[in-house]
């Protein structure tokens, strides 16, 4: 079995056959899934392009461990970067891309810190009961309160209230105890 | 954080507070930093679980980002990127060029179908022959004559094939095949497509038997033309034999032989 470090240091020695082996496996999943959320090929390309090289700079600072499959992770990391995109354009008057994402630097090391602080968040929401998690899972989804009272099977939109606050303070409390987001605060 | 702070705060992320309470939140976290605390780590919270949003950074002094950023600068990493660049490149080139060949092939797939379907429509029960008259017809025989040689018997037997005079072609390769001068292999296809042709088929089988048990070159096609024979007499049982045997050996014709298969089930 090829471990998670293996493709890692392939992409740092910029191993052709590895590369184009990743390619094979990981391409046709994130092209989908951008061209069924509002990209182009071009797009996916880009993402494809950009996730990699995060990759590579995050090996390069950090020796990073990657805890799911290297196939998840590279999955996960092309998803958040073009959710990224997304809203990034929602943020902007205009919608065009006028200059090219590979090249900005500074932009490419904030998407990285970003993802670090999303998998913060992600990592804390699997470590809460399986009860809470469910409940939040609607609420982050903004569900309505009607809507959680009616899957989680409350008595009233009260209870359903009292719950997801609760869920949420043991979230956070979890999160604000994490050293790595106290050096996000930094 | 009390469960009121925490709906107002609900509500100013969902935008449902009116424009005056909107106001009133923007003031309050521009003047307590406790409750803008709060804010921040909900919203970031929020945006990040919420799949359709995004949690940014809006300190660009970061020190981490700047880190990152001297490293994605480098020398190193910019090769980096140009070989991601190169094999981006080369990837998609080799999907391209797959993608082509596929669609091709179903274009030509989807126009056998629907020759053969028609076929089918217009009349069930000539359906074999049909394949057999077309699958005759598509296959192309080699020329019998050699350059500069137009004036021969067998130019002359080609062209009265071609003019689909077969009766008379016959007469005319019968005798040339004794001839040891003349290629024997393309005569015995010709003799026996004729013979096929003008229904002589225990005939015609013949001649591909012996095609087959030649030493020659071409002796493998024989059994291609013998299986079409088969069909044509009906005797789809031993055609699919042949069939089989010509795609186990992988010999002429054994991809559309494959295709005749399973046209014949």
């Known amino acids: 079995m090829k471990d998670n470090l293996f493709y890692l240091k392939a992409l740092v020695e910029g191993k052709s056959s590895i590369i184009q082996e990743i390619y094979q496996k990981n391409f046709p999943k994130v092209i989908k899934f951008v061209l069924q959320n509002k990209g182009n090929k071009s797009d996916a390309e880009d993402i494809f392009q950009l996730a990699l090289l995060q990759l590579v700079v995050r090996y390069k600072k950090e020796k990073f461990e990657i805890k799911s499959n290297f196939e998840g992770y590279l999955f996960t990391v092309c998803k958040n970067l073009w959710r990224r995109e997304l809203n990034k354009s929602k943020k902007k008057v205009t919608n065009t891309k ?16 970003e993802q670090k602080k999303w998998e913060i968040f992600s990592e804390k929401l699997e470590l809460i009961s399986e009860n809470c998690k469910k409940i939040l899972k609607l609420f982050f989804a903004k569900k309505t309160y009607s809507k959680i009272v009616e899957a989680m099977q409350y008595s009233s939109e009260t209870v359903a209230r009292q719950r997801v606050f609760k869920c949420k303070a043991k979230l956070t409390e979890l999160v604000k105890k994490d050293k790595r987001y106290k050096s996000l605060k930094e | 954080m009390n469960l009121e702070e925490d709906i107002l705060i609900q509500n ?3 935008q449902s507070l009116s424009e005056k309470e909107k ?52 020398e190193e990493t910019k090769e980096i990127k140009k070989i991601l660049k190169k094999e981006n490149e080369k990837y998609q080139k080799k999907q391209n060029k797959k993608s082509t060949k596929k669609r091709s092939y179903y274009i030509a797939a989807a126009l056998v179908a629907l020759v053969f379907s028609l076929y089918n429509i217009i009349n069930t029960k000539e359906s074999t022959q049909n394949i057999v008259a077309s699958y005759l017809n598509e296959t192309e025989l080699p020329s019998i004559i050699e350059r500069g040689e137009k004036q021969n ?14 009766s008379k072609a016959l007469l005319i390769f019968e005798k040339e095949i004794q001839n040891p001068k003349n290629p024997k292999a393309v005569i015995y296809l010709y003799t026996g497509v004729s013979q096929m042709q003008i229904n002589k088929l225990e005939e015609a089988n013949k001649t591909f038997q012996k095609l087959i048990e030649s030493e020659l070159l071409d002796a493998p096609k024989g059994k291609w033309y013998k299986a079409l024979v088969y069909i044509k007499m009906n005797k789809i049982k031993e055609a699919k034999e042949i069939l089989n045997t010509i795609i186990k050996s992988k010999t002429y014709n054994f991809k559309k032989a494959k295709q005749l298969l399973k046209e014949l089930d």
């Open chain 1, 98 to 113: 006028e200059y090219e994402l590979i090249d900005d630097s500074e932009d490419m090391a904030l998407a990285l810190v």
């Open chain 2, 12 to 14: 100013y992320l969902t």
């Open chain 2, 23 to 74: 106001k009133d939140f923007v003031k309050r976290l521009n003047t307590d930093t406790s409750f803008k605390e709060k804010f921040t780590l909900e919203e970031e919270m929020f945006k990040s679980l919420n799949k359709e949003e995004w949690s940014f950074i809006e300190k660009k002094n970061h020190a981490e980002v700047k880190e990152y950023e001297t490293i994605f600068e480098n």
């Open chain 2, 153 to 166: 018997e067998l130019a002359k037997a080609q062209k009265l094939f071609e003019n689909k005079e077969y």
